[in-house]
């Protein structure tokens, strides 16, 4: 039975870097409900983006649970491949409208919504949020040190990964 929900979004400044996160479909409450915190990192003031920033991790910590995985990477190909791997499980895939021309293959499907028009609906509100938390936090990061190890090592000392 298809349960999965898989949302893809991308960060991109001087460098670019792709967040993807997969949740069944029966958590979504539960995400929801922990979620409740999440908010649009680039829409906060410089202040306010830094605290944020600062107290995810703990905050990011209750919603683990409920997370089937998580994949923050400078590689497209990578997220291809996961959706590719899951595709016989999932029941709803959110794309951010920049990939999505890139996952060609997949638009036009009853299953697959814009990040822009997914956002809206309350039911997917908090997953497309916590992906794009993922993924700017994940860029951030690897402008600093554009390496992809360092990315995954400093992801996992903040409890990201």
Do not use: C
């Not at 996952?103 to 809206?120: C, D, I, T, W």
């Not at 997917?124 to 190890?149: M, Q, S």
């Amino acid at each position: 039975m298809k349960t999965l929900v898989i949302s893809v979004d991308r960060s991109r400044q001087k460098r670019t870097i792709y967040a993807l996160v997969e949740v069944d479909y029966n958590n979504l409450r539960h995400i929801r409900e922990k979620g409740s915190w999440l908010k649009h990192l680039a829409e906060l003031p410089k202040q306010e983006r830094r605290n944020y920033i600062a107290k995810f991790p703990g905050r990011f910590e209750k919603l683990k649970p409920y997370l089937e995985k998580i994949i923050i990477t400078p590689f497209l190909s990578e997220i291809k491949d996961e959706v590719a791997n899951k595709s016989e499980n999932i029941r709803i895939l959110i794309l951010d409208d920049a990939v999505l021309k890139k996952f060609s293959e997949y638009s036009g499907q009853k299953n697959v919504f814009k990040e822009s028009l997914a956002k809206r609906r309350y039911e997917f509100r908090h997953v497309v949020l916590l992906t794009d938390n993922l993924a700017y936090i994940g860029r951030e990061i690897y402008e600093k040190n554009p390496n992809p190890n360092a990315l995954k090592k400093e992801l996992r000392k903040r409890g990201i990964l």
